[in-house]
């Protein structure tokens, strides 16, 4: 499985409607600095609600992920999986009432526990290693052995049967 395209609508710094192609396999996505490289990755968790906090996505609110002046932002990320694609998208929107999140999967109107249960058939989880964030490195090689341990333990997924061992003792 993999991410075949991102289309961004009025998300932080892009706005006008970007379709952003990707590919099976590694891709880079490089630029000058300010151009929106971590606004994309930043639009991926947003879409798939990976982030507890939005102070995750660089953002106070919500709607300061809306492009400056508009009173809505969405994001689609298409997944390809053999011959099947799936499309996950995530809206935010400004009305008189306060402010709105939405989310929809393949078009269908739905809620985030939908959205991270259809994610985890693809080992996608939001307290997963699936994205490595700037600093996440750093913190992770100034870490105590034990500490590093306990991350490999929850990504080669051994933490989980200690879980169940200490549960049942
Ligand atoms: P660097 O190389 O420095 O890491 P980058 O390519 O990752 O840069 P981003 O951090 O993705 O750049 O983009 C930063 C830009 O996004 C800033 O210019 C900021 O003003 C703009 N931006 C963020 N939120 C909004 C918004 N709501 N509306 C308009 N522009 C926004
Ligand atoms: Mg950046």
Known sequence: ???K???LKNFKSFGKKTEIPFIDGFVVISGPNGSGKSNIIDSILFCLGLTPSTKQLRADRLTDLIHNGKNEAEVTVVFQ???KSYEVTRKVKITDKGYYSYYYLNGK???LSEIHKFLSQFGIYSDA???VMQGDVTRITEMSPLQRRKIIDDIAGISEFDEKREKRT
């Open 81 to 83: 999986s053999g011959n």
């Open 5 to 7: 395209k991102v289309v």
């Open 1 to 3: 499985m993999f991410i």
């Open 129 to 131: 290693y699936n994205v």
């Open 109 to 111: 109107s739905t809620n």
